[in-house]
């Protein structure tokens, strides 16, 4: 637990740094945490599927080199698109790499490089330095909420083969975790027109979202046969160990400010 307190002492100044920062601060370190988890994603799989990681590491240069010069939502659709022809192509001359290797190298692109990318996306939008920090907020709340609600009412198994400790109870104490959140988020900026009907709504199904991250993520590292992603944070593992649920939450906030807010 010391450990743990210890890192996130040293990491919640930096994340605040580059979130409150914006611009090309935030680009700067969205593009340093996108890195890291490229290699943890990679490293995870190389003992069951080799990712074509070559592929997958010059996309994300081209991405990088395009985010700091242009729109990059203008070009992400091709990127994809070409980095799935090229990682379909690939097995069919090298017999190091399947079918399977083609499919998981293009997942990583869109689940870490086009995920995170978002978060830019959505500090350039009006007010964006203060809705982003509802993804953050939807995901922390919901994972503080169901720790202690499964610690103190805590009985029936929410899905014990992929991660025995986690609690029907919990899952709900998140959910209504992650409303209470953005309701005091509310209180704080009253300027912007979000309704609590809106909150609640959002609330509940970025929570629900945010903890199938949580359990994806247990699920493939108990596939591939590690504990943890990374170490880069003592106590908590790597970057994907603590942006699991971020990055599934990010969408869903993007595409309601894009939809509902403008």
């Known amino acids: 637990m010391k450990t743990r307190i210890i890192s996130a002492i040293v990491a919640i100044p930096l994340l605040l740094f580059f979130v409150i920062s914006g611009g090309t601060i935030l680009k700067l370190g969205v593009g340093i945490v996108t890195a890291i988890a490229l290699y943890e994603y990679i490293n995870a799989y190389k003992s069951k599927f080799p990712i074509i990681s ?53 997942i990583g692109y869109i689940y870490i490089v086009s995920f995170f990318n978002l978060l830019v996306k959505i500090d350039q939008f009006n007010n964006g330095h203060r809705l982003i920090w509802i993804v953050f907020i939807i995901a922390w709340c919901c994972d503080t909420f169901a720790y202690f609600t499964g610690m103190a009412f805590g009985k029936r198994k929410l899905c014990p083969e992929v991660s025995p400790k986690k609690t029907i109870e919990g899952s709900i104490g998140g959910i209504l975790g992650s409303i209470i959140g953005l309701f005091i988020w509310k209180y704080f900026n009253r300027t912007i027109d979000v309704t609590y009907i809106e909150l609640i709504i959002l609330g509940a199904f970025g929570a629900i979202v945010s903890q199938i991250g949580d359990l994806s993520a247990s699920l493939i590292k108990r596939y591939v046969g590690i504990k943890d992603y990374g170490n880069i944070m003592p106590g908590h593992g790597g970057i994907l160990d603590r942006f699991d649920s971020i990055l599934y939450v990010i969408p869903i906030v993007y595409y309601y400010i894009a939809f509902f807010l403008g």
Do not use: E, G
């Open 54 to 106: 070559f592929l997958l590491i010059a996309f994300f240069i081209i991405n990088q080199l395009i985010m700091f010069t242009s729109d990059i939502s203008q070009y992400n659709l091709i990127l994809i698109y070409l980095l799935f022809l090229l990682s379909m192509a690939y097995p069919i001359f090298s017999k190091k790499y399947t079918v399977i290797s083609s499919a998981l190298t293009v």
